[in-house]
Nanobody, 121 residues
């Protein structure tokens, strides 16, 4: 069984910064995708940023240049540094990972519980 636990959300003023963390634990053989999504009220969940196969990164246009995704492989943890935050960044942020257990070849997707980010103007 795998768990993703997020931390770091909160209330920040426009122009401020926040750093989100997501720690994966449990039966982990390999993580090939680490990502962040968000969902604002009335909207669909959307990609914010992701790391694929530990190498390439992919950002939504809304956060490119302001957000940075990074990881600590040894800790099975990844981060989302968010700078120059805007009111429209207000949402619940979810971490996501595609993980395969040890000694298997099958990957499955997992979600964190979500953390609220509120940017006040």
């Amino acid at each position: 069984q795998v768990q993703l636990v997020e931390s770091g959300g909160g209330l920040v003023q426009t122009g401020g910064s926040l750093r989100l963390s997501c720690a994966a634990s449990g039966s982990i053989g390999r993580i090939d995708i680490m990502g962040w999504y968000r969902q604002a009220p009335g909207n669909q969940r959307e990609l914010v940023a992701r790391l694929i196969n530990g190498g390439s990164s992919d950002y939504a246009d809304s956060g490119r240049g302001r957000f940075t995704i990074s990881r600590d492989i040894a800790k099975n943890t990844w981060y989302l540094q968010m700078n120059s935050l805007k009111a429209e960044d207000t949402a619940v942020y979810y971490c996501y990972a595609r993980i395969r257990p040890p000694m298997t070849s099958t990957y499955s997707g997992y979600w964190g519980q979500g953390t609220q980010v509120t940017v006040s103007s």
